[in-house]
């Protein structure tokens, strides 16, 4: 009988063993694929990250939205004029040069209307060079190195049933919240782009009020916060230098549970300071 039990907890013994490997593996493989995903994601300019989403923005915003902006950018030039007649007592006391100015103004206007894309890409691929030239640097020092998780086994071995019982359930639960953070830093990265997109789709109307002194504000602060969206994704390659160093000095060692804690709590803030990467470029360059 005695024989038979210890069988049994040596049967349950190595398969808690092997559940805990293969745990361990996916947990850090997961860390380790989701940071590389993050780096060659944020690095992808918008035309070729979603290249279907890309040609449907580009078609709705020549076909729909830019016939709009030129309806404003009309009423404000209309508008400019009237104001220019009006500001020298109804043409009783002019220079010509107020109207070669004014002429000067809406060719720009119109001018930017019409190249709206191109202007709002040559903004994001410099962001995209400085990201790039970022990822450069980093890439390679975000992995967590899974060769000591094979050594780990003669640690496991000399662990009794209810040390390997414990192990294995906060190896379950770490696994488990792992995923949830991977999935919000999948909505992080993606939500960034889909923002891009949104920007881009809308952008002849902002940049149609900049022949006027007043409405002009709305295409400044728009071109501001374009470059906060870009600046946002050098921002984001910072945060993932600064969870590669912390997690460099993470090891697997005989405190398991702590060493599960600890990647867990990195992935944390990793996550979170994600989630501030937006906020904070906004601040930087007073956009809102």
Same mark, same amino acid.
């Given at each position: 009988?005695?024989?038979?039990?210890?069988?049994?907890?040596?049967?349950?013994?190595?398969?808690?063993?092997?559940?805990?490997?293969?745990?361990?593996?996916?947990?850090?493989?997961?860390?380790?694929?989701?940071?590389?995903?993050?780096?060659?994601?944020?690095?992808?300019?918008?035309?070729?990250?979603?290249?279907?989403?890309?040609?449907?923005?580009?078609?709705?915003?020549?076909?729909?939205?830019?016939?709009?902006?030129?309806?404003?950018?009309?009423?404000?030039?209309?508008?400019?004029?009237?104001?220019?007649?009006?500001?020298?007592?109804?043409?009783?006391?002019?220079?010509?040069?107020?109207?070669?100015?004014?002429?000067?103004?809406?060719?720009?206007?119109?001018?930017?209307?019409?190249?709206?894309?191109?202007?709002?890409?040559?903004? #994001?691929?410099?962001?995209?060079? @400085?990201?790039?030239? !970022?990822?450069? /640097?980093?890439?390679?020092?975000? $992995?967590? &190195? +899974?060769?000591?998780?094979?050594?780990?086994?003669?640690?496991?071995?000399?662990?009794?049933?209810?040390?390997?019982?414990?192990?294995?359930?906060?190896?379950?639960?770490?696994?488990?919240?792992?995923?949830?953070?991977?999935?919000?830093?999948?909505?992080?990265?993606?939500?960034?782009?889909?923002?891009?997109?949104?920007?881009?789709?809308?952008?002849?109307?902002?940049?149609?009020?900049?022949?006027?002194?007043?409405?002009?504000?709305?295409?400044?602060?728009?071109?501001?916060?374009?470059?906060?969206?870009?600046?946002?994704? #050098?921002?984001?390659?910072?945060? @993932?230098?600064?969870? !590669?160093?912390? /997690?460099?000095?993470?090891?697997? $060692?005989? &405190? +398991?549970?702590?060493?599960?804690?600890?990647?867990?709590?990195?992935?944390?803030?990793?996550?979170?300071?994600?989630?501030?990467?937006?906020?904070?470029?906004?601040?930087?360059?007073?956009?809102?």
């Amino acid at each position: 009988m005695d024989s038979v039990l210890e069988s049994m907890d040596a049967w349950f013994k190595e398969a808690l063993i092997s559940g805990i490997l293969r745990l361990l593996n996916n947990i850090f493989g997961s860390v380790n694929f989701q940071v590389g995903r993050i780096a060659t994601e944020v690095g992808t300019s918008p035309s070729d990250f979603m290249p279907g989403v890309f040609n449907l923005i580009t078609n709705l915003t020549q076909n729909v939205i830019t016939p709009i902006a030129g309806i404003i950018l009309t009423f404000i030039a209309c508008y400019e004029l009237i104001d220019l007649v009006i500001g020298h007592n109804n043409l009783a006391n002019f220079e010509t040069f107020i109207f070669w100015k004014w002429i000067f103004k809406t060719f720009v206007a119109v001018l930017l209307i019409t190249n709206t894309m191109n202007i709002t890409m040559a903004i #994001f691929d410099v962001a995209q060079s @400085v990201v790039a030239d !970022a990822g450069g /640097i980093i890439s390679d020092e975000t $992995s967590i &190195d +899974l060769g000591s998780i094979s050594d780990m086994e003669d640690t496991l071995m000399d662990m009794d049933l209810g040390e390997l019982i414990a192990v294995f359930s906060m190896a379950i639960i770490v696994n488990l919240l792992i995923y949830i953070i991977s999935a919000l830093i999948y909505v992080i990265v993606y939500g960034r782009m889909i923002e891009i997109y949104l920007m881009v789709s809308l952008a002849p109307i902002p940049f149609s009020t900049f022949g006027n002194r007043e409405q002009g504000r709305i295409g400044q602060n728009y071109l501001r916060s374009l470059m906060a969206l870009g600046l946002q994704g #050098f921002l984001i390659m910072v945060c @993932v230098g600064i969870y !590669a160093v912390l /997690i460099q000095n993470v090891s697997l $060692s005989s &405190d +398991l549970i702590g060493s599960l804690w600890a990647v867990l709590s990195h992935t944390i803030l990793l996550c979170f300071t994600l989630f501030k990467t937006g906020s904070v470029a906004k601040s930087i360059l007073h956009a809102h």
